[in-house]
């Protein structure tokens, strides 16, 4: 098991180092990682490109010349490929880019993941941070005595906190979000993750991406 900084709710760190779950034993498989990214990536594609083929652009009925006896190249359609105002060939049609992937594989991603940072000593746990009214000011002090500023940061929190979401909201680089719904784009998107200590009470090993096949 791995030991992280712990840091308290006003962002200075404490001198123990805390204990992460058994779930973090430190292993990172990059496989899995980039399959769920990629699925992750795939499933923002709205697939709605398209281009019109000779069959559906406007004009081309009759054939522009003769066969022969003109010296140029004979033309059936003014529509074809190679004709200004013309089709195109092989364009994007409306298709789906979705891509499903196994339950356990998306786990054992996600869970790469938080290894990989915790690995790297960009992973840390805070106590629980309430805030009594929604102050941007007061989470980045806590990030600037955590010497984060200026990073990509992902704050986990144990459950859906309102006010700490709208303060970390008009943040460029910093995304809140409850633990159990960080998906493995959003850790590996991130330089530094923070992670409230009572999210890490239950059992991690059972956490999952939601949103359906986002990975």
Do not use: C
């Amino acid at each position: 098991m791995l030991k992280v900084n712990h840091v308290s709710a006003g962002g200075g760190a404490k001198k123990s180092k805390f204990q992460l779950p058994e779930s973090y034993d430190g292993s990172v498989h990059e496989g899995a990682m980039y399959h769920a990214v990629r699925a992750f990536l795939a499933n923002q594609r709205q697939g709605t490109a398209s281009t019109k083929t000779r069959g559906e652009v406007s004009g081309g009925s009759r054939k522009p010349w003769r066969q022969k006896g003109t010296g140029r190249a004979r033309a059936g359609t003014t529509r074809a490929a190679h004709w200004r105002g013309g089709g195109v060939v092989f364009g994007p049609r409306p298709r789906s880019y979705n891509v499903k992937l196994p339950r356990k594989v998306k786990q054992l991603a996600r869970q790469s993941a938080l290894n990989a940072r915790a690995n790297d000593g960009a992973l840390h746990v805070i106590e629980s941070l309430e805030f009594e009214q929604p102050k941007t000011r007061l989470l980045l002090d806590i990030l600037e005595k955590m010497k984060l500023s200026g990073q990509r940061v992902l704050v986990l929190t144990a459950k859906n906190n309102t006010d700490l979401y709208l303060s970390g909201r008009n943040l460029q680089h910093v995304h809140v979000m409850p633990y159990v719904e960080a998906s493995t784009y959003e850790v590996l998107w991130s330089q530094a993750v923070v992670i409230e200590q009572p999210a890490l009470a239950g059992d991690t090993s059972g956490a999952e991406d939601v949103g359906g096949d986002d990975a």
